[in-house]
């Protein structure tokens, strides 16, 4: 069993920059790929980044690339979304989430039902 906890979120203007945390406990992270997702007011939650176990491959949503860099120290236990450029559009609660452990493919990361494990979200509000 794996709890997980975000923080850092909060208010950012426009073009800002912010980092959030997941914080794991229950179980060591290096076993877990892990991923980010978020969900803004009456829409689906989609899926930001993802992380491989290692690290060693990351994978991102056409909208947050080249802005966002999702990073783990399992040594810490701890995954980080660093957020940079932000934009209004970028607004949400911001999720993290573990899988069961294992080894999956890109395309699994994205899709939140691979998911087993999640936080209790962290707000992101970016001003005009």
């Known amino acids: 069993q794996v709890q997980l906890a975000e923080s850092g979120g909060g208010l950012v203007q426009a073009g800002g920059s912010l980092r959030i945390s997941c914080a794991a406990s229950?179980?060591?992270?290096?076993?877990?790929?892990m991923g980010w997702f978020r969900q803004a007011p009456g829409k689906v939650r989609e899926s930001v980044a993802a992380?491989?176990?290692?690290?060693?491959?990351?994978y991102y949503a056409d909208s947050v690339k080249g802005r966002f860099t999702i990073s783990r120290d399992n040594a810490k236990n701890t995954v980080y979304l660093q957020m940079n450029s932000l934009k209004p559009e970028d607004t949400a609660v911001y999720y993290c989430?573990?899988?069961?452990?294992?080894?999956?493919?890109?395309?699994?990361?994205?899709?939140?039902?691979?998911?087993?494990?999640w936080g209790q979200g962290t707000q992101v509000t970016v001003s005009s």
């Open positions: 229950g179980r060591t992270l290096s076993t877990y790929g």
């Open positions: 989430a573990a899988p069961p452990s294992g080894y999956y493919s890109p395309s699994q990361y994205y899709t939140d039902s691979l998911y087993t494990y």
């Open positions: 992380i491989s176990l290692s690290g060693g491959r990351t």
